[in-house]
């Protein structure tokens, strides 16, 4: 079973501060995946990272995919409040099926 | 074109009661899912679905049951519903949207087990 590791769990900081949230795993992904969870909905795909050494932007979210593809980060350039929510990294298993981190709860406050 | 839908959005259960949970998709998507969500778990996969008439067990699906009903439709069932089964499900499909591979998520389904 491949697994993936997130850190921080918990992330509580002010508007206009910078973050990474990392995703970190033993074993090599063929593309991890980024989720964000509002509450009270469904999680909602931000990017697909296929490379290794790929980095993709999405306004001020920067995620990059390791060298090795064993490892990914999010990192957010001058936080807003609308960017709180919990954040999913997943990794792909056959028939479509997504192995998910545990997730980090992000709270920006302002 | 709703995406996926499910229903009902909330509901409260006491030990030993059943009930189903339903979920539909219209993206015409072969393959669908249903997850647990439990805080500082991420999402597990209950049950899967890779296409209309097979069904799957994922990483956590003793005390539930599903139906693959049609291509559209995939349903969760709890026979005999326990206080450990109080979470968020979730249901979703797989297909190929804006250039890559992706899982669509439904609102989900907060459960409590009395």
């Known amino acids: 079973t491949q697994l993936l590791e997130q850190s921080p769990q918990f992330l509580s900081i002010q508007e206009g501060e910078n973050l990474t949230v990392y995703c970190n795993s033993s074993s090599v992904f063929s593309s991890l995946q980024w989720y964000r969870q509002e509450p009270g909905e469904g999680p909602v795909l931000l990017v697909t990272v296929v490379t290794g050494g790929e980095v993709k932007k999405l306004k001020r979210l920067t995620f990059q995919f390791g060298d090795a593809r064993k490892d990914s980060s999010l990192h957010i350039t001058a936080a807003q409040t609308g960017d709180t929510g919990l954040y999913l990294c997943a990794g792909p298993a056959s028939y479509g099926k997504l192995t998910f981190g545990q997730g980090t709860i992000l709270t920006v406050h302002p | 074109n709703a995406g996926v839908t499910q229903t009902p959005k909330f509901q409260v259960l006491k030990t030993g009661q059943s009930m189903t949970l339903q979920c539909a998709q219209d993206m015409n998507h072969n393959s669908m899912y249903w997850y647990r969500q439990d805080p500082g778990m991420g999402l597990r996969l209950i049950y899967y679905?890779?296409?209309?008439?097979?069904?799957d067990k994922g990483e956590v699906p003793n005390g539930y049951n599903v139906s693959r009903l049609n291509k559209r439709e995939f349903s969760l069932r709890l026979e005999s519903a326990a206080p450990s089964q109080t979470s968020v499900y979730f249901c979703?499909?797989?297909?190929?949207?804006?250039?890559?591979?992706?899982?669509?998520f439904g609102p989900g389904t907060r459960l409590t087990v009395l």
């Open positions: 679905s890779a296409s209309e008439g097979t069904t």
């Open positions: 979703a499909s797989f297909g190929f949207w804006l250039g890559g591979n992706e899982q669509f």
